[in-house]
């Protein structure tokens, strides 16, 4: 029998620069995403949640998905290749929305690695500079930012623990 553990963010040896991630699955935005978004963060815009202002009175004539969802749904595709096993994010140092996203659009991400450096101060880590990229179902790019991260050293990560002992399928 083999027990395998799923991979959940890297270590400051697994970064490579110039190396390509790309997340999987995509995610279909809904009316209804955007619009509890909109409700959560308390942005009540009508371009995000009124069909009749969007259409008459707004330059795409529909509702647009409000960025910082679209922001969010990106950056938590690349967290299971990224940052799940990270100490802590500790930039963004741009994001750029560069076309708009719909009620309807499918989302996807990919994120390049663009530097990692050992911590002079620290042995058990480093910082992982990347860039990471949202698209929707026609290849726009519809988000695009760049953030730093603190990630462990493999030698230094602590181990995952569960609640439970290894003896659970004997």
Known sequence: M?????????????????????????K?????????FCMITMNH???HTNAYFAEHESVQGRNVVVGNLVYSLVLGMS?????GAAIANLEVESLIHRYPTFHGD????ETRV???VASSSKADRGVVSVETKGFNQHGHEVCYFRR???VWRRDFAPT??????????D
């Open 45 to 47: 815009h009508p371009l």
């Open 160 to 169: 995952r623990q569960r609640p439970y002992g290894d003896d659970v399928w």
């Open 106 to 109: 499918t989302i996807y991400a």
């Open 148 to 150: 730093k991260v603190m």
């Open 28 to 36: 279909t935005i809904t009316e209804a995403d955007d619009h509890l």
């Open 79 to 83: 967290v299971p290749d990224v940052s």
């Open 2 to 26: 083999t027990t395998y553990d799923r991979p959940f963010g890297r270590y400051l040896e697994d970064f490579i620069p110039g190396d390509v991630y790309r997340h999987w699955p995509g």
């Open 114 to 116: 663009l530097d990692a």
